[in-house]
T-cell receptor, first 114, second 109 residues
Framework: EAQVTQNPRYLITVTGKKLTVTCSQN?????MSWYRQDPGLGLRQIYY???????DKGDVPEGYKVSRKEKRNFPLILESPSPNQTSLYFC?????????????FGNGTRLTVT | GIQVEQSPPDLILQEGANSTLRCNFP?????LQWFHQNPWGQLINLFY???GTKQNGRLSATTVATERYSLLYISSSQTTDSGVYFC???????????FGPGTSLSVIP
């Protein structure tokens, strides 16, 4: 089944403890992206990747890192999480960088930083 | 920054009713998509519709790119249609995707 898989679905952690949220797609998509969703602020783009080894900042990249070492995986890394990073996170992918095809979203990761 | 507007912000429907949701977007973006976020938080792509009209079952969408708006039609609404509907736009190179604030729909039996 074609899908975008995020793990974990739920995560509670403490301030400063490094964590990684994984994202994997099995559709051979070139484009992958991370978003966070917060009440009143909607969905905002954190980072995106046009292809392997190509990543770029979205609108809210501070406090996050990403890597794209292989096409299928696009992990989101929080080196030193803080409470303001408590949010619902989504990974998404799309076949090409040309924006002529739909975004496919993972099921989300609800992160709480205490 | 780029602002995408959606209306209405909230909508309550009786089951079986029809509704129209609107998305306005500025000149600098295109490639509009509609998404449904269900009550469990999942985001489902409904339509990729940079222009023209598409239909999928009880849902259809129309984008008039020259006038910078898109409409999502829901006919014979069901309780499973409840959730938040987002439109999103991006530039051709897809480097940034911007979501509207959403329309929260509640369909009551």
């Amino acid at each position: 089944e074609a899908q975008v898989t995020q793990n974990p679905r739920y995560l509670i952690t403490v301030t400063g403890k490094k964590l990684t949220v994984t994202c994997s797609q099995n559709m051979n998509h070139e484009y992958m992206s991370w978003y966070r969703q917060d009440p009143g602020l909607g969905l905002r783009q954190i980072y995106y990747s046009m292809n392997v080894e190509v990543t770029d900042k979205g609108d809210v990249p501070e406090g996050y890192k990403v890597s794209r070492k292989e096409k299928r995986n696009f992990p989101l890394i929080l080196e030193s999480p803080s409470p303001n990073q408590t949010s619902l996170y989504f990974c998404a992918s799309s076949p090409t960088r040309l924006n002529n095809s739909p975004l496919h979203f993972g099921n989300g990761t609800r992160l709480t930083v205490t | 920054g780029i602002q995408v507007e959606q209306s209405p912000p909230d909508l309550i429907l009786q089951e079986g009713a029809n509704s129209t949701l609107r998305c306005n977007f500025p000149d600098s973006v295109n490639n509009l998509q509609w998404f449904h976020q269900n009550p469990w938080g999942q985001l489902i792509n409904l339509f990729y519709i940079p222009s023209g009209t598409k239909q999928n079952g009880r849902l259809s969408a129309t984008t008039v790119a020259t006038e910078r708006y898109s409409l999502l039609y829901i006919s014979s609404s069901q309780t499973t249609d409840s959730g938040v509907y987002f439109c999103a736009v991006g530039r051709t190179s897809y480097d940034k995707v911007i979501f509207g604030p959403g329309t929260s729909l509640s369909v009551i039996p």
